[in-house]
Every structure is written in structure tokens, then in C-alpha cells.
């Protein structure tokens, strides 16, 4: 088995059959290889070219995982609302206004509290 790590050390890319040309190191495979397949960006090289899994790479992966989500439900539940045009946004009583505000600010903020906001209910 092959592997190339990148900066850090970790395991950026793995070749099980054939190989990469130049970069790599060859290692044995490890213990669990299906883990291996799921989660190699969080496996490490340590002394005698073993491959180690760290748990907070892990953590810290599930966690990129998770904003690129959110990210993504973000924009598309709360841009093509927020990005409307004048016309629209005249015709929202003060009321709806301060609602649509704050509820974009809680979509603003959701990378920080993972936590979806409630759309007010005149927006949906």
C-alpha cells in the first residue's frame, strides 16, 4: 500500500494496487482497512511506517463536515430571501422586517451555533 501525506503528516491520498510515481511512502495496511477507506484523511504516519488514526483529526474533519453542510442549507434556505430585490422588501410590514433580520442573522451566525433557525412563519 501506498500513501502521500500531506503538511501535516496525514494521509492525503492511498493507492491499495499500483502506485503513485513519486511522493509516496509504502506502508503495510492497517488493521481495519474499511475505517481506513472512510475516514484516511484523519491517519497519520508514525515510527515504523504505521498508519494511526487520530480521533481529533477525526473531530475536527466531521466538524468541516458539518459547517460545509450548514453552509449549504443556509444558502439555500435563506438567500433567495435575503437576496431579493427593493419591491419585495417595501412591501414587509416593520414587524416582518425585524424578523427577516433576525432570522438572518441566526443563519449568519449558524457556523458558530449549529443550530438551524426557524424561518417566520409569514415566509413560508
Known amino acids: 500500500m501506498q500513501v ?7 494521509v492525503k491520498a492511498y493507492a491499495l494496487i499500483g502506485s503513485f510515481g513519486s511522493d509516496f511512502v509504502t506502508v503495510s495496511e492497517p488493521e ?6 472512510n475516514n484516511y484523511r484523519s491517519y497519520y504516519l508514525s515510527e515504523g511506517n ?8 477525526q473531530k ?5 463536515r ?19 430585490g427593493y419591491l419585495w422588501y417595501s412591501k414587509l ?9 433576525a432570522w438572518y442573522q441566526a443563519w449568519l451566525n449558524v ?7 426557524d424561518a417566520p412563519e409569514w415566509l413560508v
Open 4 to 10: 502521500i501525506l500531506n503538511e501535516q503528516g496525514y
Open 32 to 37: 481495519n482497512l474499511d475505517d481506513f477507506e
Open 50 to 57: 504505521v498508519l494511526v488514526k487520530s480521533d481529533d483529526r
Open 60 to 64: 475536527e474533519i466531521e466538524n468541516e
Open 66 to 84: 458539518e459547517l460545509i453542510s450548514l453552509r449549504s442549507q443556509r444558502e439555500k434556505a435563506c438567500f433567495p430571501y435575503i437576496n431579493r
Open 93 to 101: 410590514t416593520k414587524g416582518q422586517k425585524t424578523e427577516l433580520d
Open 111 to 117: 457556523t458558530e451555533t449549529k443550530l438551524i433557525p
